[in-house]
């Protein structure tokens, strides 16, 4: 079979849960039968193109090479000199804007829009649809509810595949070959997330707050970076030991962070599927998350509402019962190497690729 051209359109590829999954789908694309060429649109530091450019053949950041200006008809020139057959769009409004005139070139490629946010309301769930769905062959979401949000704007189900993340439950997250963090005596709960409003720091300073309460031995430890750092820190000090704030992980040393926690608690206002609580399950550790968090099966405590006092509560119930946590722990490892292994964004998206091609 001749090698196809496979064109990924990202945004940047920075600390992320879409860049880890990006990086985790190139990953498995098997090179022998695509040419993959990966290129970003908008300024960024780029932490983590590194680690996809391990992935691709071309590799192009874009506004580092040339005046925002230029990029559009850049693209459109990469994609004819290039015979790229399939433009995989993820998380750049740049792609999207292009998929009109993408759609108009002699040899057009297919074009697959990826979207990894669960909001109702704003993001790209409702943008695309109204705008570009005409000129969209494929959409890939990360979760059932960003189907569903589609199939209310009025797509096509057979234009939607879920495709959720994978993890590496059979190798660095396996509990058994993971060295814990030393942490110390008492009841440990990670929050690993972005210090965004996304990830909804006040939520978690109050149930750390409420937390304390009910259980004195109770520590929350939030790993990760970003602007509101300064709030969080200006409340360690009145939490009195509940918060310990650490710096950001780089991917490789999570596991030893969830190998280290007895829950870990995740308080986004919205997500996808995080690849966090997916990595929290197969280290067997237990995670305490909102309602609108994707549910995976055994392994989370889900809670309705947004009152730190429920959350508070479910970490108290964990820490209460060692049993019930361990129970719960393994419940969740047992599903996600089940149903989310590392292969497996990429080896759906080969099979949406070929179905698109005909192949």
Known sequence: MARRTLLYLKAWVDA????????????????????????????????????????????????????GAQIPHFLLDLVRSRGVDVVHISTCRLGMLL???????????????QLHDAREQGGFNRYVPARFDSVVDAYSVVSSRIAEIL?????????????????????????????????????HVLWPARFVEQKDPQLMLDTAAELRGLR????????????MRGLMEA??????????MHGPAAPEAMPSWFAAADAVLLTSRWEGLPITMLESLAMATP???????EPVGEGVTSVLGRAAEQFAHELAALAADPELTEAQGRSGRAHVLEHYSLRGPADAHTSLYGGLLGA
């Open 16 to 67: 992320g849960g879409d860049s880890r999954y990006a990086i985790d789908h190139l990953r498995g694309v098997d090179r022998e039968h695509w040419h993959t060429i990966v290129a970003t649109t908008l300024p960024s530091e780029n932490r983590w193109l590194a680690r996809l450019a391990l992935h691709a053949d071309e590799l192009w950041p874009l506004p580092d090479v040339m005046p």
């Open 99 to 113: 998929l009109p005139e993408l759609a108009a070139l002699p040899r057009a490629p297919r074009t697959v829009v």
């Open 151 to 187: 199939a209310a704007n009025r797509v096509s189900p057979s234009k939607v595949s879920v495709i959720p993340p994978g993890v590496d439950g059979r190798g660095a997250l396996d509990p058994e070959r993971v060295q814990p963090r030393d942490l110390g005596p008492g009841f």
């Open 216 to 227: 004195p031995d109770a520590v929350i430890h939030a790993v990760g970076e970003g602007p």
């Open 235 to 244: 409340a360690e000090g009145r939490l009195a030991g509940a918060l310990r």
């Open 287 to 293: 995670v305490v998350a909102p309602a609108a968090v």
